[in-house]
């Protein structure tokens, strides 16, 4: 099959999708960069690897980080890690603090703004040194030594994040937060601030797409792990838009509001896209429309 030909195929056929939508403004940073970028990156695990558009240009991948958290922390803590976070589809706002007290702390899932401010939680009792640590963790995902926070995306995210900084003394109020508040927001915040390009992002998470196993790297996680964490992407992973997403694309994968969305078909590929305009769900539009013609035409997802 010629995926080459195939991604020419889908950006031609974007055309009409490609004002649609807005680029988030929430966070000032992110309004700044260029709307009508769009870039495409699918790496298969033989290696072979086929591209097209902004591909190469990093942008900050925002809460497709919190798939880094959860892996590294579910490698971490096991099966103790559920007893904090749950596994349920949100069916509410990604940072609604009303589901937050209804559930006395115990956020759904690890995907929503409360389950990863617990996830950095874990990984700040886990770990020596949390930011650095997880960078490295990024860079080996990546095979990119240099890939790094954007330090004016994560002050812009702490100037503005009001309401991840009430979920978090929230959680704390439950018990749900052994750390403090700040410290917790800080990783939460830069790792929002990590910037990869479709490149990097694919081949970080190709150990999705192959049993836990990244190429030339001891195993992240089991068998059993990488399934539950696919699973957890195929139905929590892109806000309230995750059954739709399964319905038009049929693959795990995790979304961002910096435009970006990957995705991975276990034991073939991974695909990441990168175009900052946002649905109302927050959802890149053009991400969503590439990645549904990729299986379409391709005729591979999961279903």
Known sequence: MNYQQILREINDELEPYRLEGRAADYIPELARVD???????LVFLDGRHYAFGDHAERFSIQSI??????AAAFALEGEALWKRVGVEPAGARFNSLV?????????????????????CDVLISRLRNP?????????????CPDLDYNPLVAASERETGFR????ANFLKSF???????????????????LELSCDELARSFLFFANH????????????????RLNALMQTCGFYDEAGEFSFRVGLPGKSGVGGGIVAVHPQHYSVAVWSPRLNKKGNSVLGMH???LLTSKSGLSIF
């Open 164 to 167: 991840n900084a009430a979920l």
């Open 65 to 70: 980080s919190k798939v880094f958290g959860v």
């Open 212 to 227: 836990g196993q990244a190429p030339n790297l001891p195993p992240i996680l089991t068998r059993s792990q990488t399934k």
């Open 175 to 193: 018990g749900n937060l052994h750390n403090e508040v700040d410290e917790v927001l800080d990783l939460y915040f830069h790792l929002c601030a």
């Open 35 to 41: 709307p009508n970028k769009f870039g495409i990156s």
């Open 131 to 143: 930011k650095s640590e997880m960078r490295a963790w990024a860079r080996r995902m990546s095979g």
């Open 99 to 119: 589901q937050l007290e209804y559930e006395n702390g115990i956020p759904r899932n690890p995907f929503i703004n409360a389950g990863a401010i617990v996830v």
């Open 290 to 292: 590439a990645l549904e």
